[in-house]
T-cell receptor, first 113, second 118 residues
């Protein structure tokens, strides 16, 4: 059974700092990995999706990497802003026909002004 | 872009009542939708897979008679929490992947429904 772990559970940084969020998964047989942002009491916003054949994806100040063989992904946020404060979730989709996602428990990020 | 609409966003109900939550794909057809549940301070856990035109597939430990799923059209799936009890209070959220591998099978999520059972 796939297990997804995110470290740290919470992170507080001053504005402007670059930071890295970590995600690890136990079963490397994945189809893709997706990073989401969740604001308190809200739904999910998709940030980046990395296919299993890809190594990284970039969108603006965000860069996500994937090392499938070691079961790791990182989300790099450059020049953090208070508006980046949210919970960040990673989720993996298994290889094969199944499309449901297995989520990590998230990293709660606070960017201090 | 692709949007998934979920309604209502918040429900407060008395114990024993039934609550229906709707999930709609607004500009694409979704033969499959997923229903997740999130308890406070925890991550999302898959409850069931909703399949258009056929029975839903439930995850282990999820009571199919309590959480009724209907996927009557290619753009609508509903989750009905029957005879709700306080322990059913949670955040329910649906998702739908783009069909035919669109955008790498990215999944779009609804805004979620906060259910509080008194």
């Amino acid at each position: 059974k796939q297990e997804v772990t995110q470290i740290p559970a919470a992170l507080s940084v001053p504005e402007g700092e670059n930071l890295v969020l970590n995600c690890s998964f136990t079963d490397s047989a994945i189809y893709n990995l997706q990073w989401f942002r969740q604001d308190p009491g809200k739904g999910l916003t998709s940030l980046l999706l990395i296919q299993s054949s890809q190594r990284e994806q970039t969108s603006g100040r965000l860069n996500a990497s994937l090392d499938k063989s070691s079961g790791r992904s990182t989300l790099y946020i450059a020049a953090s802003q208070p508006g980046d404060s949210a919970t960040y979730l990673c989720a993996v989709r298994p290889s094969g026909s199944a499309r449901q996602l297995t989520f990590g428990s998230g990293t709660q990020l606070t960017v201090l002004p | 872009g692709a949007v998934v609409s979920q309604h209502p966003s918040r429900v407060i109900c008395k114990s024993g009542t039934s609550v229906k939550i709707e999930c709609r794909s607004l500009d694409f057809q979704a033969t499959t939708m997923f229903w997740y549940r999130q308890f406070p301070k925890q991550s999302l856990m898959l409850m069931a897979t909703s399949n258009e035109g056929s029975k839903a597939t439930y995850e282990q430990g999820v009571e199919k008679d309590k959480f009724l799923i209907n996927h009557a059209s290619l753009t609508l799936s509903t989750l009905t929490v029957t005879s709700a009890h306080p322990e059913d209070s949670s955040f329910y959220i649906c998702s739908a992947p783009l069909p035919r591998g669109g955008k790498g099978n990215i999944q779009y999520f609804g805004a979620g429904t906060r259910l509080s059972v008194l």
